[in-house]
């Protein structure tokens, strides 16, 4: 029996870095799988912006607010561990603690089969006891500390993003611009100030990048169709690019930092993971290119070792495929590498992306398990109106009940 989720997911992290850029926030700077996901988290898109004397650890997480990724213990806790002397933090929150209207969460006593929600806070109160913490704990474990304001929503009036875009709930209370009661981006800046930490202004910065992009063309390039906070692969390309030009300007990690890159491959390297022998595994990869020499041409982008490349899933698979650009500028585009091996053992080969002047290499890794013998068994709970199971094959099975679950929807 095959009992599994196999999850495969490009690893980022370089064996010979000598910092690690840790990232903590919500779903806007979250990893997510991109065969169940459109969505982009600009963490996932960091690693490309730095040496590989950086590796970035992106540990946010979906759902979090600075009060929730705090108390709930897969989260904080377990960052903490990874943290080493030396090491940088970046914390970046306010779309979760917004989510209770600028007030604290807590547990419903009309339903507490509910829980307690941990994702709303106070903008002048728990927002700003929670980032402390953060920042304390970052360096009482000798690390740095970064502040980074939350990423603008969407929500465009005119040609501008509206205040609640720009996290300041002080619009659905008819409160004058100049009242910052619920203003979490004017929270984080008052903390950076009294706790003398370094912020990177990504609610300012992202709201220039949309306007001027527009509502219509941000809508169908910077986000995800289905809402107007979570970025598309192009929208959190260039707000990873947004933060890594900004830590440059204020020489945090500057000589680590590359955006002036001609042509950007995401991820640096590629690692499949591990599979079972027989399956076939599928990683998207996005390129993009700027100031390119010369400035008409085509890239030639090839797979060596029996790894295959398409321009699209539903594409055929081949060694190689050609992009073309003009002007100087490669447009983002995303691609996809396959592979799969019959037998047991590693596989790796290499990306090669070439313009006959400008040429980049990706390793690509997987590693496949095979397994010999055995009889194959289907089990399924179905759960829907009782505890029983349906057994075909030669398994032992326990029958299996659910009681108290709730539903919780995590932005």
Not at 72 to 84: F, R
Not at 164 to 184: A, I, V
Not at 223 to 247: E, K, N, W, Y
Request: aromatic fraction near 10%; include cysteine; proline fraction near 3%.
């Amino acid at each position: 029996m095959l009992i599994g989720a196999f999850v495969a997911f490009c690893n980022i992290h370089g064996a010979t870095a000598q910092i690690t850029l840790h990232t903590i926030g919500d779903s806007t700077m979250a990893n997510y799988d991109e065969n169940t996901s459109d969505i982009r988290g600009w963490g996932m898109m960091f690693q490309q912006f730095f040496t590989s004397d950086v590796v970035v650890n992106n540990r946010a997480k979906s759902g979090s607010s600075s009060k929730s990724f705090y108390l709930e213990a897969p989260y904080w806790t377990t960052v903490k561990k990874q943290i080493s002397s030396g090491d940088y933090v970046i914390i970046q929150f306010a779309h979760n603690d917004e989510k209770n209207g600028g007030l604290d969460g807590g547990t419903d006593p009309n339903n507490p089969l509910n829980g307690t929600d941990y994702r709303g806070t106070s903008a002048q109160g728990t927002y700003k006891e929670y980032l402390i913490k953060y920042i304390d704990e970052t360096r009482a474990l000798g690390a740095t500390p970064i502040l980074a304001t939350a990423i603008c929503r969407k929500y465009f009036s005119g040609g501008t993003i509206t205040r609640k875009g720009r996290h300041d709930l002080g619009e659905n209370f008819s409160m004058p611009e100049s009242d910052h009661s619920y203003d979490y981006s004017f929270a984080m800046k008052e903390v950076a100030v009294a706790k003398n930490v370094q912020l990177i202004d990504l609610t300012t910065l992202t709201k220039g990048l949309l306007e001027s992009y527009g509502d219509a063309a941000s809508t169908t390039q910077l986000f995800v169709s289905s809402d107007s906070t979570h970025p598309s692969a192009l929208g959190a390309t260039l707000i990873a690019r947004l933060c890594a030009q900004d830590m440059t300007n204020q020489n945090i990690l500057a000589s680590y930092i590359n955006t002036a890159t001609d042509l950007l491959i995401n991820p640096t390297i590629c690692d499949f993971g591990d599979a079972y022998s027989g399956q076939t595994l599928t990683k998207e990869v996005t390129i993009t290119g700027f100031d390119l020499d010369p400035s008409d041409g085509d890239f030639t982008l090839s797979v060596s070792d029996g790894f295959l490349i398409a321009p699209s899933k539903s594409d055929s698979f081949s060694s190689s495929i050609t992009l073309n650009y003009s002007n100087g500028n490669l447009e983002f585009k995303k691609f996809y590498v396959s592979v799969s091996q019959s037998t047991g053992g590693s596989k790796n080969g290499t990306l090669t992306a070439t313009n006959g002047i400008i040429t980049k290499e990706i390793p690509l890794k997987s590693n496949f398990i095979e397994l010999t013998g055995g009889t194959e068994v289907n089990l399924l709970w179905e759960l829907s109106t009782d505890k029983s199971y349906v057994l075909d094959g030669p398994a032992l099975a326990l029958d299996q009940s659910f009681v108290g679950m709730y539903t919780q929807i995590l932005w």
